[in-house]
């Protein structure tokens, strides 16, 4: 089963608990379900959002689910290249 959920916007400090409630719902709603983030209207994130995101995946894998992320502006595929999270996460454009 495939959850989607669509972010937007710019995800730091004053928009990440909104975030995380929306993934922490999708995967609690959902167990075992790969939940698809989609990106293309994310403008920024910063490390709150990654930190948010990696919490995710592993409350995810943990109940034999997953995260894919999907359709990441460059600016922001360039957070995770710089971070190597796009070697912890599946990337799709």
């Not at 922490?24 to 983030?37: K, L, R, W």
């Given at each position: 089963?495939t ?13 990440v ?22 990106l ?21 894998r ?17 957070v995770f ?12 454009s």
């Amino acid at each position: 089963m495939t959850i989607e959920v669509a972010l937007a916007g710019e995800i730091d400090v004053s928009t990440v608990a909104e975030v995380k409630e929306k993934l922490t719902g999708a995967i609690e709603a959902n167990p075992g379900a790969t939940v698809h983030v989609d990106l293309t209207k994310v403008e920024f994130l910063d490390s709150t959002a990654l930190g948010v995101l990696v919490g995710a995946l592993r409350r995810a894998r943990t109940s034999g689910g997953e995260i894919v992320l999907a359709g990441a502006r460059p600016n922001v595929a360039k957070v995770f290249q710089i971070t190597g999270l796009d070697k912890v996460f599946e990337i799709q454009s």
